[in-house]
């Protein structure tokens, strides 16, 4: 195997073992967006695209030259001169061996390359998505407390006011027990003011009438005076 062929097989290796650590199951999505993250990431981001596309182009010349091997030695020229000569025949299936072999290696780097990529956006991606939905969760407990909340306090709210209509019920009634005391208080006042006006007019007609009898006995006396004066002027 020559030089560059064993650097692809090489790659291809470390492609499976990444794509193997890619996939298990024991590190999450946000722990692989943590590791992207990294400050390392970032200072290799401006040249990562350019060596993504290089290392493509770069395995598609490979593939296409064992692919190029394969027809080479597959087809019927080389064929024709193995059966002509016996050690021609297994230098030839060799041959076609090393280009079959080095045509897989180069196909399956190039796709295991491509799906790497892939994987790994699909995990950031997964990750970004887990920290959505839980950013949407925690606004959804936190709507549901609030609900809870605002229901809680409609309830409290609501046994409240029951409260102090009830209060506000007794208090009526008892207002209206008070204005009732008050009317019939006021109406016995009436009455005794009523009753204490006819005592007052009775008094009154009789000091009027008293009055008119003084001065009636008055007169009577006046004039029974002038006439006893008058019979005392005559026995003189």
Not at 5 to 21: G, R, S
Not at 77 to 82: G, L, N, R, S
């Amino acid at each position: 195997m020559t030089l560059q062929w064993t650097v692809v097989a090489f790659f291809l290796y470390a492609e499976i073992t990444v794509n193997l650590i890619l996939c298990v199951p024991l590190i999450s999505a946000q722990r692989w967006r943590l590791i992207f993250r990294w400050r390392i990431w970032s200072w290799l981001s401006p040249y990562w695209n350019k060596c993504f596309f290089t290392i493509i182009m770069v395995l598609i010349v490979l593939f296409l030259d064992a692919l190029r091997e394969v027809q080479k030695y597959s087809g019927p020229e080389p064929m024709q001169d193995a059966k002509v000569n016996p050690n021609v025949y297994d230098h030839v299936h060799m041959k076609l061996f090393r280009a079959q072999r080095n045509l897989y290696i180069s196909g399956f780097s190039l796709f295991l390359w491509l799906m790497m990529r892939r994987v790994a956006t699909l995990l950031n991606q997964v990750a970004v998505t887990m920290e959505d939905s839980a950013g949407l969760q925690s606004q959804i407990d936190n709507a549901v407390r609030a609900a809870k909340q605002q229901q809680e306090d409609k309830l409290t709210l609501k046994q409240s006011f029951l409260e102090k209509e009830k209060s506000m019920s007794a208090a009526k009634q008892q207002l209206k027990l008070e204005v009732e005391k008050l009317a019939g208080q006021l109406k016995t006042a009436e009455e005794a003011v009523r009753k204490s006006d006819a005592d007052i007019e009775a008094m009154r007609r009789q000091a009027k009438g008293l009055a008119q009898e003084y001065d009636r006995l008055l007169r009577e006396h006046h004039q029974l005076q002038n006439l006893q004066s008058a019979e005392d002027k005559k026995d003189r």
